[in-house]
Structures are given as C-alpha cells and as structure tokens.
C-alpha cells in the first residue's frame, strides 16, 4: 500500500523567511505531484515531477524530487503573505490507474 | 478554456436519501478521477475511468456508491440510501495522457 507522509503539517512562519515542507513515499512510483488549496476552494496544481532529480520553479516555489530517497521537497523563498494555503503532495502509482495518493497536506501561515 | 465543472456545488440531503453528483471534464481529457475530502480522512481517491471503463471499482467506499461515465465525457457518482458518514467535498479531476490532473471544483454535500 503506498503511503505518502508530509510535514510538518502545520507551519506558521513571517514574510521573507525561507522554509522547506517535506514529503516521503513508501513505494516507487511514476511521479510525484504538488498541490495548492485555498480554504473553501478546491486543488490547484502547481507541479508535476516526473524524475529522480527533477527540480522546477515558479516564483517563490521550488519543488525537487529524489527517486532513490522517496523524497519530495517545497522550498518557499522569501514567504509573502499570499502563499498562505494548505500544500499537498500526491503520488501516483501504476500508471494511474489507482489515482493519486496524498498527503495529509502542510497548512501554511504566512504572517505580515 | 474551460475547466472541469461539476454540478451541484452544494447538496443538502436526508439520511436515507439517493444523491447524483455530475462531474463534467475537460474536452478531450480521457482519464477521469473521482475523489473524497472530509476532515477525518483526508483526500481519497474513489474511482478513475479511461474512457467509459472503470477498470477497478475498489476504492468505492461500499456498495451504495456507483460510478459512470457515459460518451467518454460526463461522468456521475450515485450515492445510495445516504448516511451522516458520506458528508465530505467529492471532487472530479481530469487529464490527458502524461499531464497534471486538473480538479473541479467540488460538491459540498451534507448528509443530515
């Protein structure tokens, strides 16, 4: 059974400080999501990892994957009020056929 | 273009009550995924569908709960004789081949 574990899954933290949420998996798998989600909305994708040393970027956020590890990282640089949210990672396994498989998900605090 | 919509976005109904939740893709995508949000369990994925099949119906959490997809478009969850138990956000995603799931917005239902 694949098992996805974030954390922390709570982080409060002030604006231009950098932070990292983690996120491992206990099986391999084909490719590794990051997921944005604003209270009352639903998930918005912000990346799509689909090898061992993938790294993207947009904006503030850096995501990374390490296959060999089963690790998966968001790095935030220099927080900004807006990127309060809750952040999940999903993994997916099979080809997708069994959907995707979260984490509890990170939620996220970003004080003035 | 537009995203994946999904009707009603909010139900209230009695316990014992027959619900449809319609979930209506992006044009094209072929893979279409059904998901659970509640607060004790977090996301769960239910029920994926590769045009109108649905290879494995396991992830339905127990058997008054259907799926269909007809025309390789729209898509239906039936849930059956509801229980309090069922209330949660049901979300739909789609794609196409090698690409994010995008989510709809969900149906908040509630099960009194």
């Known amino acids: 059974e694949l098992k996805v574990e974030q954390n922390p899954l709570f982080l409060s933290m002030q604006e231009g400080k950098n932070y990292t949420i983690y996120c491992n998996y206990s099986?391999?798998?084909?490719?590794l999501y990051w997921y944005r989600q604003d209270p009352g909305k639903s998930l918005e994708s912000l990346f799509v990892?689909?090898?061992?040393?993938a790294v993207k970027q947009e904006g503030r956020l850096m995501a990374s994957l390490d296959t060999k590890a089963r690790l998966s990282t968001l790095h935030i640089t220099a927080a900004v009020h807006d990127l309060s949210a809750t952040y999940f990672c999903?993994?997916?396994?099979?080809?997708?056929?069994?959907?995707?498989?979260f984490g509890k998900g990170t939620h996220l605090i970003i004080q003035p | 273009g537009a995203g994946v919509s999904q009707s009603p976005s909010n139900k209230v109904t009695e316990k014992g009550k027959d619900v449809e939740l319609r979930c209506d893709p992006i044009?094209?995508?072929?893979?279409l995924y059904w998901y659970r949000q509640s607060l004790g369990q977090g996301l769960e994925f239910l029920i994926y569908?590769?045009?109108?099949?649905?290879?494995?119906k396991s992830g339905l959490p127990s058997d008054r709960f259907s799926a269909e997809r007809t025309g390789g478009s729209v898509s239906t969850l039936t849930i059956q004789r509801t229980q309090q138990e069922d209330s949660a956000v049901y979300l739909c995603?789609?794609?196409?081949?090698?690409?994010?799931?995008?989510f709809g917005p969900g149906t908040r239902l509630l099960v009194l």
């Open positions: 995603a789609s794609r196409t081949y090698q690409e994010t799931q995008y």
């Open positions: 099986t391999t798998s084909d490719r």
């Open positions: 990892l689909l090898s061992n040393g």
């Open positions: 999903a993994v997916e396994g099979r080809g997708g056929a069994d959907g995707l498989t």
């Open positions: 044009s094209g995508h072929t893979a």
């Open positions: 569908f590769q045009g109108n099949s649905a290879p494995d």
